[in-house]
C-alpha cells in the first residue's frame, strides 16, 4: 500500500524509495539490488500501527482530497509517510492541526535555536527508544507547587541544555515547555496506538531475506505473526454478545445520566469526595502487567536524574494539591501567556485543543446519531482528574459511570506511562468499538494530557512572573 | 432610566469624599459590585465573600456572607451583583453552576436566599435588570444564559447560544427588553428578553473569546467589548449592522470593561493575565491610557465606579487579596510622560519641528535628544475641548529652511543627465561615471565608481597611481574642503538631504527657535561639534560606540578606498561574532559616511593617519590581487548599494546595479530592485528628466520596471473630416474613406512620425513642418494661426 504513495504522489526521495518497499513486496521487491551487494533494509512488522490491523488503515490513494494534500504535505516535509501520519489520518481535521502546530514549534521563527528544539525532541523521546518517550518532567509537572521549586526543577531540566548559563528568557522557557509537553503528548499516541517503527529506526527493519512464503519472515521474527490472527479472534471470541452488551450499557448509562442529573443533586461534600475517591483511584490504577522493567538507555548517562518519571504520590503518601481549573485555565490564561511570550503559537494549540475536544461523528460503534460529549467531557476530566486538576462544575460520579475499568487502565497508562502499554490493554477496552475510535480516544487522552501538563508549567511560570 | 438615575443621585445625597486606599482581604476576589448608596461593596472570590463600608479614611468590614461549617462548592463565586434598586438584593454565580440569591434584610445569619441549579456548567456572569425588581440574567459556560424572575423557583426562560460558552452578560440601561450576551468563539449576540427562541442580532466582534461587554450609560446603543485579543472595542447598535466606533489596543487580553460616568469617552479596562494595572481610556485617544492605576501586585479581577455620577472614585478587586479604592486624581497620567514632537516638511524642503519647549531647551545644554530620533511621534492635535491635556504643553516650533539658490538637488540633475549606463566597457563606464562625481564635488561616489571598477575589471589594469592619486585628494583636498565649506557644502556629496536637515535642525534648534527666517549662519564651533554628534549617534545604529573610538577610526575612513580594501579580510568573520566592537561590521557604513562624521574634527586628528592608511591600502590590494575574486565582493557591493539607497540615494544604487548587470543582481531580490528602480523613476520623472528615465527603463532587467515602456503606449486619433474615432489604422478613415493624417506640407499621407500643432491641430511629417517652421511663423495649412514648435 505505500507503494502506492509513490505512484500517486510522483514524488522521487530517495529514502522513500527503500522504505515503500513493503512486506507485501518481499517476494520480488529487491532482488535486482541484492545482486549488487546493497542490503536492502526491509519494514519489520505490519503496518504502521502494531495494534491495528494494516487492513483497517486507510489504503493510500483511497484518501479523499483533504487526506490527500495532508499526505502530500507530510510526504513534502519528511519525504515518506511516517507511521503516525498514517494512523492519524483517521481524523484528518485534526491531523492538519496538529501537523500545523508541529512544523510551527520545530521549524518556524521561535525563541529557541533549532538545535535546541530537536535536542529538547530527542531528550525526551530517546530516553525510552526511537520514537518513544518516557516521562522525564512529569514528575515536574506534577509538583508544581511551590515557584521556587519549580523554576529549580525546571532549571535542572533545562539546564541540562545550557550547561553553564541558567538564565533562560520567558520566551525560550515557554517554548521548551510547548515542546516538552508537545513531546510527551506524541510518546503517549505511539504507545497508545502501537506505532511501529520506522524503518529506519532501530527495530523497524531487517536485512534478512524475504521468505519465499506468504508472509513475511519478519512476522515471525518479532511475534506478530501469531498475534496479527488474534486480535480479531480474541476480542470475538470473547463473545460477541458480551461485548455488545457493554457498548449498549455504555449508552444506557450515559442516557440515565443525561435524564437523572438534575434530580438526584449530590450534597456539596458529596461531589468534592467524588473527585477525591477519582483521584486517589486513579492512583492505583494499573495493569497486572506493571512489573516489566524499561530497560536502561544508553543517552541516559546525559541526564542527571535517572528516576524522573511519574509518581504516584498516593503511593508515596503525598498529598497532590487540587488544581482548580476555574482559577487557572487554558482559555482565559494560559493562552493569553503562551501567546504573549510566542505568539501564534497560543493560538494554534489552542485550535488543536478545540479541535481535539470537539471531535466527534456521533457514532458510538454500531450506533449513530449518539452525543458523545458527555463521554468525551468524562474521558479529557478524567485524565485531568489524574493530575489533580479538578473543574468545580463537574460530577465526577459520572466518571465512574461511563469508564469502566481495563479502559482507566488504559488511559492511565498512556497518559502515564505509556512505554508500559500492551496489545492486550489496547484490546481489552472497548471492545466493539472501531480503531478509529480507538485513535480518537488517544487524541483525547494526549491532548488532555498536554494541556495539563501545560496547565501546571504556564501556572508557575506566571507565579513566577508576578 | 435617565428619571431612575437622577432618584438614585438625589438617593445618594451628599458628595462622597474619600481617598485612594486599599485593604486587605482573606483571599484573592474574583468580582466586586457596588451597592446604589455608593457606600458599602461586596468582594466575592472562590473562598471569600464579604462586605465592606467604604469609610472616608477605610475600608470596614461590614458582613461576612460565607457562613456554614462546611466550604460549599454555592459559595465560590466568579461573579457576584447587587441589585441597582434594591439595597438588600445580591447575586452570585458559582463555580459549580449554581446562581444564588442573597437577601440581606434576612433576620438570620444566613443570608442565601434561592439557590438556582439550572446550569450545568460555571457560571461566569450574573446581571439584574437595571429597573425591574425581580429579573436576573446569568450566563454560563454550558452555552445557556437563563432568565430568573425572583418570586419563583425555576427560570423563566432559556436563551441558548448554540453550545457557545457565554462569557458576559449585560442588561441594556436603555432599553428596556435588550440585553447583549459575549461568547468564547468571539460573538456578540443582541437577545430580546421576551423572545428567547432567537437572537437579534449576532456579530462577530473579536478574535478569540470576548470575555466581557457593558452598556454605555447615556448613548443609546453604544456597547464595549473587551477580548482576549487585547482589544476594547466601541460598537454602534442603534444601526443596521453593528458598527466599529472606536478600537482601543491595550496590552494583554481585557478581562472587564466599564464605562466611566459622566465622561461619554472614557472606560476603564483591566486585564485577565500578566498585565496588574488598571487603565482608564479615552476611547479616541486609543494608543495612550488617559490614566493607569498601578496599586495591585496581581491581576485585577474586578473593577467598579464608585457612584454611576461621579467619575472619579473607582473600586477594585484582585487576585493579590485586596481591595482598593482608586481617586482619578491620584491617577498616574501616561501622556504626562510623553513626549510630543511634530515634524513636517514643506513643499520646498522647509522642515518643521515642534516639540515641547522644556525639551528644546533642554537641548542646547550638550547632546540632543539621546533617543531615537529615526522615528519621531507623529501627534494629530485636533482642538477638542473635552481633552484634558490640551494646551497642557507650551510647544516651540522651529523652521529649517533649505538653502536657497536650489542648490539642493542640482546634483542629482547633473548626475542623472550625464551619468553612463551603457554601451561601453564597464570599466570605461565606471571611470566615466566617477570623473562625473568628482566633478559635482561628489568624492564619496566617485570612490565608490572606482572602487566598482577595481573590483570588476581585470585588476592587473589599474593604475596604481590612479588609486593613488583619488587617495590624494580624498584625504588631502577632501578635509580641509569640509572643513572649511562646512555642512551645505557636504550635502551633494552625500547624497542625502533628509540627513542633511535633520543634522542642521539640531544643531540650529537652540538658536533659532520660532524663528521661522533663520539662517545659516550660526556659531560655527557649535555646528560642528553637534554635527559630530548627531550622526555618529544616528550611523551606527544598534550598536553602542563610544565616541572616542568613532573618532579614532573617522580619519581611515575618510578615503573611501581604504576600508573596500581591506574589509574583505576581515568583514566575514567579522560580521557575526564579534558583536560589541563596531568599527568590524559597520565598516562600511562608517565610511559611506565617513565626511559627514568627521566634519566636526579638526585637522588635528584627521590627517595624522593618512600614512597608515596607505600601507594599508597597499598590502590588501596586492592580496586581493592575487587570490580574491570578484564574487568574493559581492556581498560587499550589496551592502554598499543597500546603504545607498537607504541613505535615499537610490540613483546610486540603480545605475550601479545597472552598470553592473548580472554580477550583482542575483544578490538583490527582485522586490528591492523592484523598488529602486520606481522610486528612481519617479525622481527622473519628477525631475523632468523623461529620456533619462526612459533609458533607465529601458536597461532595468526586472520586468515590472521595464514594462513601464509598454504601456499605455497607444494614440487615440480622429479623423479630421467626420471627427470620429479611426480605429484600423492611423491614417485612412473607415468611414469617409480619405486619408486623415496628411502633411499640411507635402500633402502625402503620414505614417511615421506626426507632428501636430496643439493649437489648430494641422500637422505633418516632423522634418516638414520643423523646417517649415524654420521660414514661417505662420501655419503650412494657410489656417493663419501662429504655430509654435518647440
Redesign the interface.
Known amino acids: 500500500m505505500r507503494l502506492a504513495t509513490a505512484a500517486n504522489e510522483a514524488y522521487t526521495a530517495p529514502l522513500a524509495v527503500s522504505e515503500l518497499l513493503g512486506c507485501k513486496q518481499c517476494g520480488g521487491g529487491g532482488d535486482h539490488d541484492e545482486e549488487l551487494g546493497i542490503r536492502i533494509p526491509r519494514p519489520l512488522g505490519q503496518g504502521p500501527s502494531r495494534f491495528i490491523p494494516e487492513k483497517e488503515i486507510l489504503q493510500v490513494g483511497s484518501e479523499d482530497a483533504q487526506m490527500h494534500a495532508l499526505f502530500a504535505d507530510s510526504f513534502a516535509a519528511l519525504g515518506r509517510l511516517d507511521n503516525i501520519t498514517l494512523v492519524m489520518v483517521f481524523h484528518p481535521q485534526y491531523l492538519e492541526s496538529f501537523l500545523k502546530t508541529q512544523h510551527y514549534l520545530l521549524q518556524m521563527d521561535g525563541p529557541l535555536p533549532l538545535h535546541y528544539r530537536h535536542y529538547i525532541g530527542i531528550m525526551v523521546c530517546k530516553h525510552s527508544c526511537s520514537y518513544l518517550v518516557n516521562l522525564a518532567l512529569a514528575q515536574w509537572f506534577r509538583e508544581c507547587s511551590s515557584k521556587l521549586q519549580n523554576l529549580g526543577e525546571l532549571n535542572k531540566v533545562l539546564g541540562l541544555l545550557k550547561a553553564e548559563e541558567h538564565s533562560w528568557s520567558l520566551a525560550e522557557l515557554v517554548h521548551a515547555v510547548v515542546l516538552l509537553t508537545h513531546y510527551h503528548s506524541l510518546a503517549s499516541f505511539t504507545f497508545g496506538c502501537g506505532i511501529s517503527p520506522e524503518i529506519h529506526c532501530d527495530g523497524g527493519h531487517t536485512f534478512r531475506p524475504p521468505s519465499v512464503s506468504n508472509y513475511c519472515i519478519c512476522d515471525i521474527t518479532n511475534g506478530n505473526h501469531s498475534v496479527d490472527e488474534m486480535p480479531v479472534n480474541s476480542a470475538e471470541n470473547v463473545s460477541v454478545s458480551d461485548s455488545f452488551f457493554e457498548v449498549e450499557a455504555l449508552m444506557e448509562k450515559m442516557r440515565q445520566l443525561q435524564e437523572c442529573?438534575?434530580e438526584e443533586?449530590a450534597s456539596?461534600?458529596e461531589?468534592?469526595s467524588r473527585f477525591e475517591i477519582e483521584k486517589r483511584e486513579s492512583m492505583f490504577v494499573f495493569s497486572s502487567d506493571d512489573d516489566e522493567v524499561t530497560p536502561a538507555r544508553d543517552v541516559s548517562r546525559h541526564f542527571e536524574d535517572t528516576s524522573y518519571g511519574y509518581k504516584d504520590f498516593s503511593r508515596h503518601g503525598m498529598h497532590v494539591p487540587t488544581f482548580?481549573v476555574?482559577?487557572y485555565c487554558w482559555?482565559?490564561?494560559g493562552?493569553?501567556?503562551v501567546n504573549?511570550l510566542y505568539p501564534d503559537v497560543g493560538q494554534l494549540i489552542?485550535e488543536k485543543f478545540h479541535i481535539a475536544y470537539n471531535l466527534t461523528y456521533n457514532t458510538m460503534a454500531m450506533h449513530k446519531d449518539v452525543d458523545t460529549s458527555m463521554l468525551r467531557r468524562a474521558i479529557w476530566n478524567y485524565i485531568h482528574c489524574m493530575f489533580g486538576i479538578r473543574y468545580?462544575?463537574y460530577d465526577y460520579g459520572e466518571i465512574n459511570q461511563l469508564l469502566d475499568r481495563s479502559f482507566k487502565v488504559y488511559i492511565k497508562t498512556v497518559v502515564c506511562t505509556p512505554e508500559k502499554v500492551t496489545k492486550r490493554m489496547y484490546e481489552s477496552f472497548w471492545r466493539q468499538f472501531k480503531h478509529s475510535e480507538k485513535v480518537h480516544v488517544n487524541l483525547l487522552l494526549i491532548e488532555a494530557r498536554m494541556q495539563a501538563e501545560l496547565l501546571y508549567a504556564l501556572r508557575a511560570i506566571?507565579r513566577y512572573?508576578? | 432610566m435617565e428619571k431612575m438615575s437622577r432618584v438614585t443621585t438625589a438617593l445618594g445625597g451628599s458628595v462622597l469624599t474619600g481617598r485612594t486606599m486599599h485593604c486587605h482581604l482573606d483571599a484573592?476576589a474574583n468580582a466586586i459590585s457596588v451597592c446604589r448608596d455608593a457606600a458599602q461593596v461586596v468582594v466575592a472570590g472562590?473562598s471569600i465573600f464579604k462586605i465592606y463600608a467604604i469609610e472616608e479614611e477605610q475600608f470596614v468590614e461590614k458582613l461576612n456572607l460565607r457562613v456554614g461549617r462546611?466550604?460549599?462548592?454555592?459559595l465560590?463565586c466568579?461573579d457576584v451583583v447587587w441589585h441597582q434598586m434594591d439595597e438588600n438584593l445580591l447575586a452570585t454565580a458559582?463555580?459549580?453552576?449554581v446562581v444564588v440569591t442573597w437577601n440581606l434584610g434576612r433576620p438570620s445569619r444566613n443570608k442565601q436566599d434561592q439557590l438556582f441549579?439550572?446550569?450545568?456548567?460555571?457560571v461566569n456572569k450574573v446581571c439584574f435588570h437595571p429597573t425591574e425588581a425581580h429579573v436576573l440574567l446569568s450566563g454560563s459556560?454550558d452555552g445557556f444564559m437563563k432568565c430568573f424572575d425572583l418570586r419563583r423557583k425555576d427560570s423563566v426562560s432559556t436563551f441558548s447560544g448554540q453550545s457557545e460558552s457565554v462569557r458576559d452578560v449585560q442588561f441594556s440601561i436603555r432599553d428596556y427588553f435588550t440585553f447583549a450576551s459575549t461568547f468564547?468563539n468571539g460573538n456578540v449576540q443582541l437577545w430580546d428578553i421576551r423572545r428567547p427562541d432567537r437572537c437579534e442580532r449576532m456579530f462577530t466582534a473579536h478574535n478569540?473569546?470576548v470575555?466581557c461587554c457593558d452598556w454605555h450609560p447615556e448613548d443609546r446603543g453604544w456597547l464595549a467589548t473587551g477580548g482576549?485579543d487585547k482589544m476594547v472595542k466601541v460598537w454602534d447598535m442603534t444601526t443596521h449592522r453593528a458598527k466599529e466606533m472606536h478600537c482601543v489596543q491595550t496590552i494583554?487580553?481585557v478581562a472587564r470593561v466599564k464605562w466611566r460616568p459622566e465622561c461619554r469617552h472614557h472606560l476603564a479596562t483591566c486585564s485577565?493575565?500578566?498585565d496588574?494595572n488598571i487603565y482608564v481610556w479615552d476611547v479616541r485617544r486609543p494608543f495612550v491610557p488617559a490614566a493607569m492605576f498601578e496599586e495591585h501586585?496581581?491581576?485585577t479581577t474586578g473593577i467598579a465606579w464608585r457612584h454611576p455620577h461621579d467619575p472619579s472614585f473607582l473600586l477594585s478587586g484582585s487576585k493579590?487579596s485586596s481591595l482598593c479604592q482608586h481617586l482619578f486624581r491620584d491617577a498616574s497620567q501616561p501622556v504626562e510622560r510623553a513626549n510630543p514632537e511634530g515634524l513636517c516638511y514643506g513643499l520646498f524642503g522647509d522642515l518643521a519641528f515642534a516639540a515641547k519647549e522644556s525639551l528644546v531647551a533642554a537641548e542646547s545644554g550638550r547632546k540632543p535628544y539621546t533617543g531615537d530620533r529615526r522615528h519621531p511621534i507623529f501627534f494629530k492635535r485636533k482642538l477638542d475641548p473635552a481633552e484634558p491635556f490640551a494646551g497642557l504643553a507650551s510647544s516651540a516650533l522651529s523652521v529649517f529652511e533649505t538653502e536657497p539658490g536650489g542648490g539642493g538637488m542640482r546634483w542629482f540633475v547633473d548626475t542623472a543627465e550625464r551619468y553612463a549606463l551603457a554601451g561601453r566597457p564597464l570599466a570605461e563606464l565606471c571611470d566615466h561615471n566617477a570623473k562625473v562625481a568628482r566633478e559635482l564635488g561628489r568624492n564619496q561616489v566617485a570612490q565608490t565608481w572606482t572602487m566598482l571598477r577595481i573590483i570588476y575589471c581585470s585588476p592587473g589594469l589599474v593604475p596604481t597611481a590612479n588609486l593613488n592619486h583619488s587617495v590624494g585628494k580624498g584625504g588631502s583636498c577632501g578635509l580641509p574642503l569640509m572643513n572649511s565649506f562646512n555642512l551645505k557644502d557636504m550635502a551633494p556629496g552625500l547624497g542625502s538631504e533628509t540627513r542633511l536637515d535633520r543634522s542642521k535642525g539640531d544643531t540650529r534648534s537652540d538658536t533659532v527657535l520660532l524663528d521661522s527666517s533663520a539662517t545659516l549662519i550660526t556659531n560655527e564651533d557649535n555646528e560642528e561639534t553637534e554635527g559630530s554628534d548627531v550622526p555618529a549617534d544616528y550611523l551606527l545604529g544598534d550598536v553602542e560606540g563610544e565616541e572616542d573610538e568613532l573618532y579614532l577610526l573617522d580619519p581611515e575612513h575618510t578615503h573611501p578606498e581604504e576600508p573596500e580594501c581591506v574589509l574583505p579580510q576581515e568583514a566575514f568573520p567579522l560580521r557575526h561574532e564579534i558583536v560589541d566592537t563596531p568599527p568590524g561590521p559597520e565598516h562600511l557604513q562608517d565610511k559611506a559616511d565617513s565626511p559627514h562624521v568627521s566634519g566636526s574634527e579638526a585637522d588635528v586628528a584627521s590627517l595624522a593617519p593618512v600614512d597608515s592608511s596607505f600601507s594599508l591600502l597597499s598590502v590588501s590590494h596586492a592580496l586581493y590581487d592575487s587570490r580574491l575574486p570578484p564574487d568574493f565582493f559581492s556581498v560587499l557591493v550589496r551592502d554598499m548599494l543597500h546603504f545607498y539607497a537607504e541613505q535615499g540615494d537610490v540613483q546610486m544604487a540603480v545605475s550601479v546595479l545597472i552598470i553592473l548587470g548580472e554580477r550583482v543582481r542575483k544578490d538583490i531580490d527582485e522586490q528591492t530592485q523592484e523598488h529602486w528602480y520606481t522610486s528612481y523613476i519617479d525622481l527622473l520623472q519628477r525631475f523632468r528628466l523623461w529620456n533619462v528615465s526612459n533609458e533607465v527603463v529601458k536597461l532595468s532587467t526586472s520586468r515590472a520596471v521595464s514594462c513601464l515602456n509598454q504601456a499605455s503606449t497607444t494614440l487615440h486619433v480622429n479623423c479630421s473630416h467626420c471627427k470620429r474615432p479611426m480605429s484600423n489604422r492611423g491614417w485612412v478613415c473607415d468611414r469617409c474613406h480619405r486619408c486623415a493624417s496628411m502633411c499640411a506640407v507635402c500633402h502625402h499621407v503620414v505614417k511615421g512620425l506626426f507632428v501636430w500643432c496643439q493649437g489648430c491641430s494641422h500637422g505633418g511629417h516632423l522634418q516638414h513642418i520643423m523646417k517649415w517652421l524654420e521660414g514661417s511663423s505662420h501655419c503650412p495649412a494657410g489656417c493663419g494661426h501662429l504655430c509654435e514648435y518647440s
Do not use: C, I, W
Open positions: 442529573r438534575d443533586e456539596q461534600e461531589m468534592a482548580r476555574q482559577d482559555e482565559d490564561h493562552y493569553s501567556l504573549r489552542d468545580d462544575d506566571t512572573m508576578t | 484573592p472562590r462546611k466550604p460549599s462548592l454555592n465560590s466568579a458559582a463555580t459549580n453552576g441549579t439550572e446550569h450545568k456548567r460555571t459556560q468564547e478569540g473569546p470575555f482576549r494583554a487580553s485577565m493575565m500578566v496588574h501586585r496581581d491581576v493579590d
